[in-house]
């Protein structure tokens, strides 16, 4: 399908204001361009509450924000890893995201802001995202959730981190997961599939911003791209992993890896199922006061979340 028209009007409107890839900035002028980004949303979305704190980490203390709904606990609980190429993005970035999710799907979120690269490279990231689901599981009661009732989620490369941290959480023992939540997740570092030639510029996220997230990541010229932690694609096993729902947009560089993890993760008889947006371009699921079908992927990721709480 062709572009859709509000996904169109929002990146003529990103052109009008000057907007510049992402990779032809350097990180300090990366982030601050997200965080302007970011900012372009409709009005703040309400919630019970929303608590700014920091847990332990493997290197130090993990900034998190606590999102909790309107309702008697114990809730449902989801861990959320922010999108930004592992690179950028913070708590503000996905607040909005974290607070239609929380009170759409009935449970507490909590967003974890890992360490980013190029500072902090892989395994930093991975390791703190699973260092910080370990910590909600043991945490849970303090948090008014249910240990029993955990999901970890994320997009782009927090989409990456959520179903790393999934195989983390099997291979390590634990904690146990009951469902994963993948938006438009980066899987597999080659970065060769078809949907990123087609859609290699003019959609927000480019073929060449994605290199350039990889690099800072894993650095230049490393083996490790190969490794499950980092492309999760490449794990010799996707069995015993919770159930997935892997949202993709038509006009994304990163469609074809997430559709190919889902039909994996089926292949190793995990149920998942993927829901292609057409005409929608890489970012738009936090684009609700912008694009129509950004409201429809979180209320359909909220809704599938309800459904795998109740399990």
């Known amino acids: 399908m062709p572009l859709d028209p509000q996904a169109r009007a929002f990146l003529d409107q990103l052109a009008a204001m000057g907007g510049q890839p992402l990779s032809s900035m350097g990180v300090a002028e990366a982030r601050q361009a997200m965080e ?3 900012q372009m949303r409709g ?11 920091t847990i332990p980490g493997p290197a130090g203390t993990i900034p998190v924000r606590f999102y909790t709904p309107n309702g008697t606990p114990p809730f449902p609980l989801l861990v959320y890893f922010h999108g930004g190429g592992w690179v950028l993005g913070s708590l503000d970035t996905h607040d909005e995201i974290c607070r239609s999710l929380a009170n759409g799907a009935g449970c507490v979120v909590v967003s ?7 500072e ?19 945490h849970a009661a ?20 959520a179903a ?11 904690p146990r997961l009951v469902f994963q939540l993948l938006i438009y997740p980066a899987t597999d570092a080659a970065c060769d599939t078809v949907s ?6 003019g959609y927000l996220l480019t073929a060449r911003d994605m290199t350039w997230f990889w690099g800072h990541y894993l650095g230049e010229g490393t ?11 490449r794990a010799a096993t996707l069995a015993n992993l919770p159930p997935a729902l892997v949202i993709t947009a038509e006009l994304d560089p990163l469609r074809d890896e997430g559709e190919a993890y889902a039909a994996a993760l089926e292949r190793a008889g995990v149920a998942a199922k993927v829901t292609r947006y057409d005409g929608m371009i890489h970012g738009f699921f936090g684009m609700g006061a912008m694009i129509d079908k950004a409201k429809t992927a979180v209320q359909e990721a909220a809704g599938t979340l309800r459904i795998a709480f109740r399990r």
């Open 36 to 38: 302007l980004l970011s």
């Open 43 to 53: 009005a703040e979305v309400a919630i019970a509450s929303a608590v700014d704190r």
């Open 112 to 118: 974890v802001d890992y360490r980013l690269a190029p």
């Open 120 to 138: 902090h490279r892989y395994p930093a990231a991975a390791e703190d995202c699973h260092a910080a689901t370990q910590w909600c599981a043991a």
């Open 142 to 161: 303090e948090l008014g959730a249910d240990a029993s009732r955990i999901a970890v989620g994320g997009d782009s490369a927090g989409g990456n981190l």
């Open 164 to 174: 790393v941290v999934a195989q983390m959480a099997r291979d390590r023992g634990g």
């Open 196 to 201: 990123q030639r087609e859609n290699a510029e």
């Open 223 to 233: 083996p490790r791209a190969s490794e499950p932690y980092a492309s999760p694609l």
